[in-house]
């Protein structure tokens, strides 16, 4: 399937973003489960995140960008328990990003571009053994 790079980003960033928006917006006014009303926004921001990142390197899956995303989302939720942010620091956040980190990984990777990578990233079904990396 061969979309354009605008259009990627609109359906799997901007999009999720707007109705996690939309969502966290509605909340109070319109009846609809908590678990929909605390975690969806959430999950959708995750979703939105770790597609940008994707559609950023060409659906390629960079390890240390993979990392520092999760490495983001633990950290943003500790600043919120340990209150030096505003908000609630919340273990089933932290699940919820993984989960939706873990959507957006399957579902991205499913549409890579075919072109030539390099041996620094890393590919589902395709891990190089580390002492491989930097050999010409």
Sequence with gaps: ??????????LNVLSPLV???????A???VPMPMAVRNYLPDGLWAYSLMSAILVIWQRRIVIGWVLAVFALSIGFETLQYFHWIAGTG???DILTYFIFFG???TINSR????????RLFLHFGRIRPA???FQR
């Design 1 to 10: 399937m061969r979309i354009s790079q605008l259009t990627d980003l609109f």
């Design 19 to 25: 109705l996690g928006v939309v969502i966290y917006w």
């Design 27 to 29: 909340g109070n006014r």
């Design 90 to 92: 919340d273990l089933y």
């Design 103 to 105: 959507i957006s990984l």
């Design 111 to 118: 549409y890579e571009k075919p072109q030539k990578t390099s």
């Design 131 to 133: 002492g491989r990396l």
